[in-house]
T-cell receptor
Framework: DTGVSQNPRHKITKRGQNVTFRCDPISEHNRLYWYRQTLGQGPEFLTYFQNEAQLEKSRLLSDRFSAERPKGSFSTLEIQRTEQGDSAMYLC????????????FGPGTRLTVL | AQKVTQAQTEISVVEKEDVTLDCVYETRDTTYYLFWYKQPPSGELVFLIRRNSFDEQNEISGRYSWNFQKSTSSFNFTITASQVVDSAVYFCALSETDAGGTSYGKLTFGQGTILTVHP
């Protein structure tokens, strides 16, 4: 089975620039999640989709963050006007409808904002 | 609000020792799910186990075992005869469920326990 894939794996950007990350879930997984993990911390929930519908957004997701899953397959997470505090690992996970929310994670995209 | 606490920030053991990782959670729901994930140095979170709040049976999988005690809101994880390959960060997580009994999407993670197994 192909796992969850994320691109790019690393992104270095300058403060104020926009960045976009992509996540491809495992085939047939209808739910897709985004988390953010900073050094020494557990992942923090950002948002999740069931098919193409965005069902929940965390208060961590400021208006500079937007996520989409237009056709219920891959998803993108965009950060506008990046700040140094956005530097983190962005994790994507997916789950199928039959495993009661067991989430399978991708390798993550590490963002560094200079 | 739900919360997960992993009080042990770091644990260091010598190979073949048994080690227990503690997890305490808070939730107002009566139906919820608990998880353990492993994050090796490569960085990718690996699912280990899911437990339903109604099922308090302990579970064993090879060298891994889990002790779920609803009365103390704990879900502890024991590795028997630890090996160097067990070195990783281990996370406990909680997911509350909706009225239909299917989970919400959000996992709430603890801060993780760094386990180092020395040869």
């Amino acid at each position: 089975d192909t796992g969850v894939s994320q691109n790019p794996r690393h992104k270095i950007t300058k403060r104020g620039q926009n960045v976009t990350f992509r996540c491809d879930p495992i085939s047939e997984h209808n739910r897709l999640y985004w988390y953010r993990q900073t050094l020494g911390q557990g992942p923090e929930f950002l948002t999740y989709f069931q098919n193409e519908a965005q069902l929940e957004k965390s208060r961590l997701l400021s208006d500079r963050f937007s996520a989409e899953r237009p056709k219920g397959s891959f998803s993108t997470l965009e950060i506008q006007r990046t700040e140094q505090g956005d530097s983190a690992m962005y994790l994507c996970a997916s789950s199928p409808p039959w495993t009661l929310n067991t989430q399978y994670f991708g390798p993550g995209t590490r963002l560094t904002v200079l | 609000a739900q919360k997960v606490t992993q009080a042990q920030t770091e644990i260091s053991v010598v190979e073949k020792e048994d080690v227990t990782l503690d997890c305490v959670y808070e939730t107002r729901d009566t139906t919820y799910y608990l998880f353990w994930y492993k994050q090796p140095p490569s960085g990718e979170l690996v699912f280990l186990i899911r437990r339903n709040s109604f099922d308090e049976q302990n579970e064993i999988s090879g060298r891994y075992s889990w002790n779920f005690q609803k009365s103390t809101s704990s879900f502890n994880f024991t590795i028997t005869a630890s090996q160097v390959v067990d070195s990783a960060v281990y996370f406990c997580a909680l997911s509350e469920t909706d009225a239909g009994g299917t989970s919400y999407g959000k996992l709430t993670f603890g801060q993780g326990t760094i386990l180092t197994v020395h040869p």
